[in-house]
């Protein structure tokens, strides 16, 4: 058993579905990691899960051996940050995940706020989908990550989230819309019109909050063109093909091009913020969160 088998588990047993474990998290093919489960099965002698034709869950021996597995994770990577530590190597890179349409207008300001703070320490950006995000903080590879989070609480088991600022939530629709002039929709109305989405293999979370926000109403939204990033769907947007769920603190992506309309009832305003692992951060990690916080603070 070695160390990838427990990491490979884990990416499985979180996401419940081998296909999207295999790419959107851990960038290996499927058919490697059904493998690399099943030689962990049979050198255990147990069934850690049960698969079905679209996903799968843990057994009872499966869940209890999910724990363990993240402590050992977690013990391999504080005694390799000790290791580090004591050679003197601590913290000369800060790997950060970043999500361009939430930080793009602020990043380059609260980067050089960071160097003068933290003048030897060298940042590293990753623009990674939110996905990959969450499991490079929780497995290592990132100190520290800029997000939208999912819906679903223990999504973020293990690891700390920090707001830095709210939006509220709305529809992007063209310029020369009849409802451009209106000052609020109600969802229903909404509803009808065609919606521009993005892509569930690269954006899951996005339909998770499509869903969630549409519940409450009968009807439920049509997406008739979906687009692997935002500037394709607002692109899609501004050209009359359809409508989208965004929010106001992202307008600065989009200029221009679409006109936001609120809606009513208004949806639950969205949060983005910092994820880290819990437990004491380094210094490093802590003055960025700072720095971060004083950098979006200063501008809503």
Known sequence: MELRHLRYFVAVAEMENVSRAAMQRLHVSQPSLSRQIRDLEDEMGVRLLERTAKSVKLTDAGRAFLDEARAILKQTDDAVGKVRAIAGKAETELHVGDWPLATGRILPALLRAYQEAMPKVKVKVHDWPVEKNIAGVRDGRLHLAIILPPLKANAL????????????????????????????????????????????????????????????????????????????????????????????????????????????????????????????????????????????????
């Open 157 to 300: 088991e293990e690891l700390r989230f920090e707001p830095l600022f709210t939006g509220r939530v709305c529809l992007a629709v063209p310029c020369d819309h009849p409802l451009a002039n209106k000052r609020s929709i109600p969802l229903a109305d909404a509803a009808r019109e065609p919606f521009i989405g993005l892509t569930s293999e690269d954006y899951p979370r996005y339909h998770e909050y499509l869903s969630a926000i549409f519940s409450r109403i009968a009807d439920k939204p049509r997406v008739v063109e979906e687009h692997d990033g935002w500037s394709g769907v607002f692109s899609a947007v501004s050209a009359g093909i359809g409508v989208a769920l965004t929010s106001d603190a992202f307008n600065y992506a989009f200029n221009d091009r679409v006109k936001l309309v609120r809606l009513t009832p208004e949806p639950k305003r969205v949060a983005v913020g910092i994820i880290t692992r819990k437990g004491k951060a380094g210094a490093a990690v802590e003055k960025f969160c700072q720095c971060a916080k004083e950098a979006f603070g200063a501008v809503r």
